[in-house]
Nanobody, 117 residues
């Protein structure tokens, strides 16, 4: 069983930065694709960024140039560095993992990010 635990959320001012971390259990994580999604109040969950086990990276247009996804396989951890935060980035951020980018079967419990103006 794979478990994902997010951390690093909190309150930031617009223009500020936060770094989210997602620690994954299980040695198989090194071969997994991992991603970040978010869900704002009253909205559907949306894709933010993902990184394949090859290191190939994908990102939503809304965060390109501001957010960076990375992974440290030695720590079974994926990160989301969020810079130039905007009020509209406020959401619960979820980490996901799976054998392929289109098969992210495992999800964390989410971490709240709130950006104030």
């Amino acid at each position: 069983q794979v478990q994902l635990v997010e951390s690093g959320g909190g309150l930031a001012q617009a223009g500020g930065s936060l770094r989210l971390s997602c620690a994954a259990s299980g040695s198989a994580m090194r071969t997994f694709a991992m991603g970040w999604f978010r869900q704002a109040p009253g909205k559907e969950r949306e894709f933010v960024a993902a990184i394949a086990n090859s290191g190939l990276i994908y990102g939503a247009d809304s965060v390109k140039g501001r957010f960076t996804i990375s992974r440290d396989n030695s720590k079974n951890t994926v990160y989301l560095q969020m810079n130039s935060l905007r009020v509209e980035d406020t959401a619960v951020y979820y980490c996901a993992a799976g054998p392929a980018l289109r098969k992210l079967d495992y999800w964390g419990q989410g971490t709240q990010v709130t950006v104030s103006s």
